[in-house]
């Protein structure tokens, strides 16, 4: 089936118990609660965008330009002190889906968390709330991928519609049943291929481009509920601008100056592996460094001109002034695709700025400001419970979640609670904790694979202690403090402990 026909043929059609946690939100907040106020929500999800890769932000790359993402700056307001909770895709998104830091079930804090059971999603709380539920893109938490039978389908928690992928990364462009049959390794964690799944079942699409046949999905359902009785819950989550970041349609290379790659082909023999093809080209090596950055921002405008059409469509359905639309990036640019992060260190995998502060903005018509930026800090987290609070009901008494309600706060352009307190990250042997303007931080600069030349680093850290930096002086962390400074390191370094432990007893 090509695009078109199945754009043609779509026929559209809870989880109760808590979870221990250490941050209770904040009950007093009353700001949404009249039923005709419940707005239609979409969350808009970019995969490894790099911070300065969104041209609303002063400190943008010069080279970056994505008018259609700024549309909801401009009409909204962009957050300067945006964190996800991990540097790394999976458990970033098992946090903003549950509202909790992923270590309370996942203490090792690795790559795979997945989705427990007895957590309840923001889909089951918005399905509570009497929204109709659809994901389209990408879905990772880690684990159970290429499964419909497992917690983490996005019909088993909370979607009532679901056109994607269950993976870490799939490939742009190869979407049919007969190249998933010919590839001899279709369905790894990351070089996966073929076709996609449409609620339960596998659909196949002969043409297509990943970016283009989401975004096509996510208009046909918003004109099909314009209508309708019930709002809807959207999460789009485009796998741009993953890798292989090369996959891009040819106008857009002609507009960046650099070639078609040939796609990946089993051969005439079938027994040419995907893994060798996606690794190829994942590193700086098969495409220069000044190459990469041409692809992936051929690819960020391919995902710009999308986002777009996107928006175009509530404007013409007459549903931007009742859409909530949130959007944000999944974790730090990647160090591997021509992604920057500028003026901030690091890249994804790792816990400096560079790898835990992403792009974020928030847009409502008539309660969001419009044009503003925020500079108080807020986390992924707490999207979960300003979801809730959108949709005109208090977040539960029974409740306990890491992340709080900030659509007051933004309207207010005051502090929010999230900025109050301290915020925690562990992946692997990496961790950090920032409070106020002070951040402790073990971690080191990317260096098993060769970054690409736009990834700031600095002094390298002692491997025998963390580093402590004053994030308002030196947003770069290039001023290590951690001598100067005994009292703060201690107190930090007792906090994170206490959250460790916390989390231990948790799961």
């Not at 962009?78 to 079930?105: D, E, F, H, I, K």
């Not at 650099?258 to 089993?266: C, S, T």
Request: glycine share 8%; hydrophobic share 30%.
């Amino acid at each position: 089936m090509n695009r078109r026909d199945f754009m043609a043929q779509l026929a559209f059609a809870g989880m109760g118990i808590t979870f221990g946690g250490c941050g209770l939100p904040d009950k007093t907040v009353s700001f949404f609660n009249r039923s005709e106020d419940n707005p239609n929500i979409l969350i808009i999800v970019t995969d490894d965008q790099g911070y300065a890769d969104l041209s609303a932000y002063a400190h943008a790359a010069d080279d970056v330009n994505t008018p259609n993402m700024d549309r909801i700056a401009k009409e909204g307001t962009l957050m300067s002190r945006a964190y996800v909770s991990c540097p790394v895709c999976s458990p970033s998104r098992a946090g903003w889906n549950t509202g909790l830091y992923q270590q309370r079930w996942n203490p090792q804090a690795g790559w795979n968390p997945g989705l427990p059971v007895d957590v309840k999603t923001i889909a089951e709380y918005m399905k509570e709330a009497g929204y109709e539920t659809c994901k389209i893109g990408k879905n990772d938490y880690g684990k159970n991928y290429h499964r419909t039978d497992v917690r983490e389908h996005p019909l088993n928690h909370g979607y009532d519609e679901f056109l994607g992928f269950s993976s870490h990364a799939h490939d742009f462009f190869l979407l049919s049943e007969e190249i998933e049959k010919r590839t001899p390794d279709p369905h790894g964690h990351s070089a996966a291929l073929g076709q996609l799944y449409h609620n339960n079942d596998k659909q196949s699409f002969e043409d297509g481009y990943t970016t283009e046949i989401f975004t096509d999905f996510a208009i046909d359902y918003v004109k099909q509920r314009k209508d309708q009785d019930k709002p809807f819950f959207m999460t789009l989550s485009y796998n741009a601008v993953h890798h292989l970041i090369h996959e891009v349609p040819k106008k857009y290379l002609d507009r960046f100056g650099v070639k078609e790659i040939p796609n990946y082909d089993p051969g005439k023999d079938n027994k040419n592996r995907y893994n060798a093809y996606y690794t190829k080209y994942s590193k700086v090596e098969s495409i220069n460094s000044e190459d990469m950055r041409k692809y992936y921002l051929a690819n960020l405008n391919c995902l710009d001109d999308n986002i777009g059409r996107l928006l175009d469509v509530l404007d013409q359905q007459n549903l931007t002034e009742e859409t909530l639309v949130i959007f944000f990036a999944d974790n730090g640019g990647s160090p591997l695709t021509g992604a920057c992060n500028q003026p901030l260190r690091g890249s994804k995998y790792i816990m400096f700025e560079g790898g835990i502060r992403v792009p974020f903005m928030i847009r409502w018509p008539g309660r969001i400001p419009a044009g503003e930026v925020y500079d108080h800090r807020l986390s992924t987290l707490d999207i979960l419970p300003s979801c809730i609070k959108a949709s005109g009901r208090d977040i539960p008494d029974d409740a306990v979640l890491d992340g709080y309600d900030f659509l007051e706060a933004v309207s207010k352009g005051t502090e929010s609670s999230t900025a109050g307190k301290p915020a925690f990250w562990q992946f692997k042997d990496h961790w950090a904790v920032i409070d106020g303007d002070w951040k402790l931080v073990k971690t080191t600069d990317y260096t098993s694979r060769k970054p690409t030349h736009l990834i700031r680093q600095g002094p390298k850290p002692d491997a025998n202690r963390p580093a402590l930096f004053n994030l308002k002086d030196d947003i770069a962390e290039q001023n290590d403090l951690y001598s100067k400074n005994p009292e703060i390191v201690t107190r930090l370094t007792g906090l994170y402990q206490n959250w460790r432990k916390q989390c231990s007893q948790n799961s």
